[in-house]
């Protein structure tokens, strides 16, 4: 079996936080889906689990950081290319999110745009050019 990642969020409004993450590409698992919870499955081995805050305290041993104010992670995605990083970037914006907090970053071999969802949890969509990349170690 892979390794698998589980990203847990703390969440204000199931619904909306649903929608807004099958908008940029999750596919949801109805099987772990609730009231109070929301598995969005971003690839084989990555799943969002989205829980109200309610839900998430109870997993938690200290506050629940309001993301709009705080940063505690940035959740970096990769991308196939630099039109999938402006398409989930142009995805979270029209779905209720905020694109480009900071200026998109071009470096000829990466490609990088930043996104928050609406409870202001941060993302960074990215594209590298491996090959470019390795050559520069040259």
């Given at each position: ?6 990203i847990?969020?703390?969440?204000r409004d199931?619904?909306a936080?649903t929608?807004?993450y099958?908008?940029i590409?999750c596919k ?7 009231d109070k919870?929301?598995?969005?499955v971003?690839s084989d081995t990555i799943?969002?689990q ?5 839900y ?6 200290k506050p629940?950081?309001?993301a709009?104010e705080?940063?505690?992670m ?9 039109e999938?990083v402006d398409s989930i ?7 209720g ?5 900071r200026e998109p ?20 969509p990215a594209w590298?050019?491996m090959a470019a990349a390795?050559s520069?170690g040259?």
């Amino acid at each position: 079996m892979p390794k698998m990642i589980f990203i847990n969020l703390p969440v204000r409004d199931i619904a909306a936080s649903t929608r807004f993450y099958e908008a940029i590409g999750c596919k949801k698992n109805e099987q772990f889906s609730d009231d109070k919870a929301s598995s969005l499955v971003w690839s084989d081995t990555i799943t969002f689990q989205l829980l109200t805050q309610d839900y998430f305290a109870t997993f938690a041993t200290k506050p629940i950081a309001n993301a709009h104010e705080t940063v505690g992670m940035l959740i970096a995605l990769s991308c196939d290319s630099r039109e999938d990083v402006d398409s989930i970037t142009k995805a979270a914006a029209a779905a209720g999110g905020k694109a480009d907090i900071r200026e998109p970053q071009d470096m000829g071999f990466m490609y990088l745009r930043t996104f928050e969802d609406p409870d202001g949890h941060v993302f960074e969509p990215a594209w590298t050019d491996m090959a470019a990349a390795a050559s520069m170690g040259e």
